[in-house]
């Protein structure tokens, strides 16, 4: 099985000549797979361009998203500050009724 030099070498010039020198068709063949290759590189690039120019306003509406339901949370509390601060003061005047009428009762049963 083993070749020598001398085998090889003749084996390679008896290599018929449209095999060894392709003609222009397969050039055209071999510089179109080059262009799309090169194509299909840059495709990537494309892509990773358009997806860093959407970053900022996708980073903005983020930011204009979590403003607004921060803005309503704070409603919310504010809200819920100003129902409790009603309720507490609604629940002092309610005991302070209790209070003087339990005192009137008092007086007029005379305790």
């Given at each position: 099985l083993r070749t020598s030099f001398?085998?090889?070498?003749?084996?390679?010039?008896n290599i018929p000549s449209h095999i060894?020198?392709?003609?222009?068709?397969?050039?055209?063949?071999?510089?179109?797979?080059?262009t799309h290759t090169a194509e299909q590189t840059r495709n990537?690039?494309?892509v990773e361009a358009k997806?860093?120019?959407?970053?900022p306003l996708w980073i903005e509406i983020q930011l204009l998203e979590n403003s607004v339901h921060q803005q309503a949370g704070e409603r919310v509390a504010v809200a819920d500050l100003r129902l409790a601060d009603y309720?507490?003061?609604?629940?002092k005047i309610i005991i302070?009724?209790?209070?003087?009428?339990?005192?009137?009762?008092?007086?007029?049963?005379?305790?």
């Open positions: 001398k085998d090889q070498r003749r084996d390679i010039t060894a020198q392709p003609d222009s068709h397969h050039a055209g063949d071999r510089t179109n797979l080059l990537p690039n494309v997806v860093l120019n959407h970053t309720l507490d003061k609604n629940r302070s009724t209790a209070v003087s009428t339990l005192r009137g009762r008092d007086l007029i049963n005379g305790v």
